[in-house]
């Protein structure tokens, strides 16, 4: 039987939380069809079985994310459910990495080699105490899921700092590695000029923002320029139409054209007020808290 974490012991933390992180197209497509759905499992001892998974993990990276730059968090409890927790391996990286599956159909994993995990006895970086979930602070842990995740169970969408050098994409000029890759801007921008709704209750919750909605908000401002907002349209009715059409022109990643479209607004005081007042239209949120 497995020792389990003690009270204050560094090695653990509470697992109460769990993040699905990706690049900004496969968000797009994630907020489109308002799931994240399964892809196949591209390396390792599954590699070659051309089973489909979703990826989560409660760790964060200091140096960076090597799966991109847009974060889904979630609840880890409901994310188990009825679902069984299976070993499936250990993984270097440079980093100690241990891989698990939570899957509703364990006999079809079993068949593949994997094991039943409990996380009650078993001597491994995920365990249970009482009912409490504990997971080992210096063991990067992975977990695969065998089905959608309905994006209405984020808590937060967020935004992380993409590995400077590594990518899940083997892409070695990946935009989001860049210096400043406008991933906020891109992701608010499609939201608010596409109308898409499937994650605004993990952007804001009443009033208040949440996850990584004003620091979105001030990323698609600065990539407009705002400041340099000099055109003629100096009503409110025609700005909000111009912010829009620029907003969406940013979640494109034309900011170039972006920029162009919002400066035909009349003087920064009126494109800021106007690019507020289209996020707030777009939550339906008239005293939303936008800084």
């Not at 109460?16 to 390792?44: C, F, K, N, S």
């Not at 799966?67 to 250990?90: C, K, N």
């Not at 996380?119 to 065998?146: C, F, H, K, N, S």
């Not at 700005?239 to 920064?268: C, D, M, N, T, Y």
Request: aromatic share 8%; proline share 7%.
């Amino acid at each position: 039987m497995a020792a389990p974490p003690k009270p204050f012991d560094p090695r653990w933390s509470p697992l109460d939380r769990v993040q699905h992180v990706t690049h900004v197209t496969l968000a797009r497509r994630i907020i489109e069809d308002v799931t994240i759905a399964p892809g196949l499992v591209g390396e390792g001892c599954l590699a070659t079985t051309r089973r489909r998974v979703v990826w989560v993990s409660p760790n964060t990276w200091g140096d960076g994310a090597r799966y991109g730059s847009v974060e889904f968090a979630f609840d880890w409890l409901p994310l188990i459910g009825t679902r069984s927790l299976m070993w499936v391996e250990p993984i270097k990286y440079g980093l100690q990495t241990a891989r698990f599956l939570l899957t509703d159909k364990p006999a079809d994993w079993s068949a593949l080699g994997l094991v039943p995990y409990d996380p009650a006895v078993d001597d491994g970086p995920l365990q249970t105490v009482a009912g409490d979930w504990y997971r080992r602070r210096d063991i990067v842990v992975e977990v695969m899921i065998d089905g959608d995740i309905p994006l209405s169970g984020c808590l937060e969408l967020g935004f992380v700092k993409h590995h400077p050098s590594f990518c899940s994409l083997n892409r070695s000029n990946c935009v989001e590695a860049s210096t400043t890759p406008r991933t906020p801007a891109r992701i608010l921008g499609y939201i608010i000029g596409a109308g898409l709704h499937g994650a605004d209750h993990a952007l804001a919750s009443g009033n208040d923002p949440i996850g990584g909605l004003n620091q979105s908000f001030s990323d698609l401002w600065f990539s407009l320029g705002g400041k340099n907002c000099k055109g003629t349209m100096a009503a409110m009715t025609e700005a909000k139409i111009v912010a829009r059409s620029a907003a969406l022109f940013a979640g494109e990643g034309r900011f170039a054209e972006a920029k162009q479209v919002f400066h035909l607004i009349k003087g920064e005081g009126l494109a800021l007020d106007a690019l507020r007042e289209v996020i707030r239209d777009h939550f339906g949120r008239p005293a939303l808290k936008l800084d």
